[in-house]
C-alpha cells in the first residue's frame, strides 16, 4: 500500500508517504506560505521514494478544522493527485490527528485535542484510544468559547494537545474541571500522524472520489 498524506490546517505544512509499513515525512514552520511549499515537500517525498503519484493506491489530507485556506489548499492539492492518478481520496480530521500524535509520542489514550480558531474561539474534539491504537471521537467536533467545552464522563486522566492549551490553558482547565497534562501545547497537525489513521480507513474501504473531497470548517465565518 502506498498513501501519501497532507496536511496545511494550521501554521506547520507537512507531508508524509507510507509505503507497505514505512513512513517518510517532512514537516515545516510556514504560517501563511503554504501554497509555496506543500507541493514541494510532497514531490521531494515522492523522488526520494523513487515513485510517481500515478503510483499511490490513495492519497490523505488534513480535512480541518483549521485554517480555512489552508483546509482549501490541501483539498485541492488531494483533489489533483487523485482525478490524475485515479484514487481515492482520505480525509483526516486536523484534531484526530492531534489525538493521534500524542497516542504515538506520549502514550495518551485519552485526548482533548484544541486548536485556536481566533475570534476567541478553539476548535474542539475528545478522542479516546481504541483496541487498535486508533483514536475515536467520543463526542462531535465543535468550534466555541473556551468556557463552552464539554468533556466526556469517563475514568482515566485526559490529556491535552494543541495550540488551544496554548492560548486558553488556564479557562480550557476551569471548565474541565481536573488538572490535564498540556505539555504538547505547542504542537500541530502533522501528517505522518495522519498515515495510522488514514490507512485503516483505507483497510476498510471508507473512502472517497476526488470530486466528494471537502474541508470541514465547522464555522461559516473565514478565518485564515
Not at 497532507?6 to 501554521?11: A, F, M
Not at 510556514?30 to 499511490?56: D, K, S
Not at 490523505?60 to 492518478?85: D, E, N, Y
Request: aromatic share 8%; proline share 5%; hydrophobic share 45%.
Amino acid at each position: 500500500m502506498k498513501l501519501l498524506a497532507i496536511d496545511s490546517s494550521t501554521e506547520a505544512c507537512s507531508c508524509a508517504l507510507f509505503i507497505d509499513g514505512g513512513i517518510q515525512h517532512r514537516n515545516m514552520m510556514a504560517p501563511r506560505r503554504h501554497a509555496e511549499f506543500i507541493l514541494p515537500l510532497a514531490e521531494e517525498l515522492l523522488a526520494a521514494a523513487g515513485i510517481t503519484p500515478l503510483q499511490l493506491d490513495g492519497v490523505a489530507f488534513g480535512c480541518g478544522p483549521g485554517s480555512f485556506t489552508g483546509l482549501r489548499l490541501a483539498c485541492g492539492i488531494a483533489q489533483g493527485i487523485a482525478f490524475a492518478a485515479n484514487i481515492p481520496v482520505l480525509p483526516i480530521s486536523s484534531l484526530a490527528t492531534l489525538a493521534q500524535a500524542a497516542a504515538m509520542e506520549v502514550g495518551a489514550s485519552q485526548v482533548l485535542a484544541a486548536i485556536d480558531a481566533r475570534m476567541k474561539e478553539v476548535y474542539w474534539g475528545c478522542y479516546c484510544l481504541n483496541e487498535l491504537g486508533l483514536m475515536q471521537l467520543i463526542v462531535e467536533e465543535i468550534v466555541c468559547t473556551p468556557t463552552q467545552v464539554t468533556v466526556p464522563t469517563m475514568e482515566g486522566q485526559w490529556y491535552g494537545v494543541g495550540s488551544g492549551w496554548s492560548t486558553y490553558a488556564e479557562l480550557l482547565q476551569q471548565r474541565v474541571g481536573q488538572s490535564i497534562d498540556h505539555s504538547q501545547a505547542q504542537r500541530y497537525p502533522q501528517a505522518q500522524a495522519m498515515l495510522p489513521l488514514a490507512v485503516a480507513k483505507f483497510e476498510r474501504q471508507q473512502w472517497l472520489s476526488a470530486e466528494e473531497a471537502v474541508p470541514v470548517y465547522l464555522r461559516n465565518q473565514v478565518v485564515t
